[in-house]
């Protein structure tokens, strides 16, 4: 590991924490992040020579692996011709049409360049268009760094125990209100009080951001009834969920249709896109059909356009979800088992093509079981697995995901990894 332990020293003199994203630098595992010098389908190289099979896909977008030749060739071909233009371009409306024929609420979209974009840019639209001021989230979900969403978030805010975060106004934050995940009497007593002013609600329809936490029956159902009963808006944030738990996110697994929508990670193929989108009459608030300003510089820019088309081309071509899900129900079974063989107390949960192992006794249904994680244990066994070259995410508190990429055979490899690694945890 001597080149990667250069590169991070001097990273350290040169970027906050040597990284462009909190989680990336390994502070809740101990220790420091190795440097990776290419991927291949299912493999990462680092640095210094060593493979590893990678279970953390960019977080998520990665749903094909990595450097996925057909979306490599197709943005080859589209970059040569000019990057950006912020003029429009044929790729963007294919897009949107691929978008719309894909998840079931979007009728019209906007496209941008994260996630934490269309969230913000979603609940802006919201309090635009209801005319009203606050937001219900709920505990443990993350919706990227926008700053009055940043309270009792997940993701590196909960891996870093940072209660929200220094330079955010309390003013900023005023309304934004906590509910809890699986608990609509949490949602209906703040309805109760504040029901007048309430925007709307958003959620991760299945929490991403503090493991993988399902949605109990009825519960995503409840934020529908409640909603429309107040007047609010209904945000499902599928950044994670959009185009991996099926083609048309979690709300088509769950019969369940939002006002809105947010997406990112897959959509971008890799690159840097989100997108929020949702019935024709809201999106018609959007600038410059209506009031509610929204822009981007290298907003539907023709790189990021291509590379996504092209995976969702793929994902509706090759069917790719049922084989997914299969293969990770498999990998959690025999996991499961490997650590009951152990001794070792863990809930995994899972769901389409993602998953967590809590180190937990569990059943983990809410961002409080998931808290209650053994994460001095799951730093053990994340470098217990790395030294075997297989590479989780270095937080309990993120989800696994399988790609398209990922064998029948890497997942053996991992189990029998895993089967060492519980000895020494
Ligand atoms: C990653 C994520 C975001 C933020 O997306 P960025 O592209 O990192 O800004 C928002 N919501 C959810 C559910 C996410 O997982």
Request: aromatic share 10%.
């Amino acid at each position: 590991m001597m080149k990667s332990k250069e590169l991070f020293a001097k990273a350290k003199r040169l970027l906050p924490g040597g990284v462009n994203s909190p989680v990336r630098a390994f502070g809740s595992v101990g220790g420091e992040p190795f440097f990776v010098r290419e991927g291949r389908g299912s493999k990462i190289y680092d640095v210094d020579g060593n493979e590893y099979i990678d279970y953390v896909c960019s977080w998520g977008p990665l749903i094909l692996g990595h450097a996925h030749p057909e979306v490599v060739d197709f943005v080859r071909d589209v970059v040569a011709k000019g990057t950006s233009f912020g003029i429009p371009i044929e790729l963007e409306v294919s897009m949107a049409e691929a978008v719309v024929e894909a998840v079931p609420s979007i009728e019209k979209v906007r496209f941008v360049n994260s996630g934490t974009e269309a969230t913000m840019s979603a609940i802006r639209l919201a309090r635009g268009y209801t005319k009203r001021n606050k937001v219900v989230k709920f505990e443990g979900c993350y919706h990227g760094h926008v700053d009055y969403l940043l309270v009792k978030a997940g993701s590196g805010v909960l891996t870093f125990g940072i209660p929200g975060t220094p330079g955010v106004p309390e003013d900023f934050a005023k309304h934004t209100l906590i509910a809890r995940f699986n608990d609509l009497e949490s949602v209906e007593s703040l309805f109760e009080k504040y029901g007048e002013d309430i925007a709307c609600v958003i959620v991760e329809p299945v929490m991403g951001n503090a493991g993988v936490i399902l949605p109990e029956k009825g519960f995503l159902e409840g934020l529908r009834r409640i909603t429309e009963k107040y007047g609010a808006l209904l945000i499902f944030d599928e950044v994670i969920t959009g185009f991996r738990v099926s083609l048309g996110g979690a709300q088509e697994r769950f019969g369940i249709k939002p006002d809105l929508t947010c997406l990112g990670k897959i959509i971008g193929g890799g690159f840097p896109v989100g997108a929020y989108g949702g019935r024709t009459d809201i999106m018609a608030h959007v600038a410059p059909e209506g009031p509610v300003y929204q822009a981007g510089t290298l907003s539907g820019n023709p790189v990021a356009m291509a590379a996504g088309l092209k995976t969702l081309e793929i994902l509706k071509r090759e069917n790719v979800y049922p084989v997914l899900e299969k293969r990770m129900e498999r990998f959690g079974r025999e996991a499961k088992a490997i650590f009951d063989e152990a001794g070792i107390p863990v809930t995994v949960n899972s769901i389409a093509s993602m998953g967590c192992i809590f180190f937990t006794e569990g059943p983990v249904k809410s961002f409080d079981d998931a808290a209650k994680s053994d994460t001095k244990m799951y730093a053990r066994f994340f470098w217990a697995m790395l030294k075997r070259g297989i590479y989780f995410a270095p937080s309990q508190f993120e989800a696994a995901f399988i790609s398209w990429a990922h064998t029948d055979d890497d997942i053996d490899r991992t189990l029998e990894a895993m089967r060492e690694a519980v000895k020494e945890i």
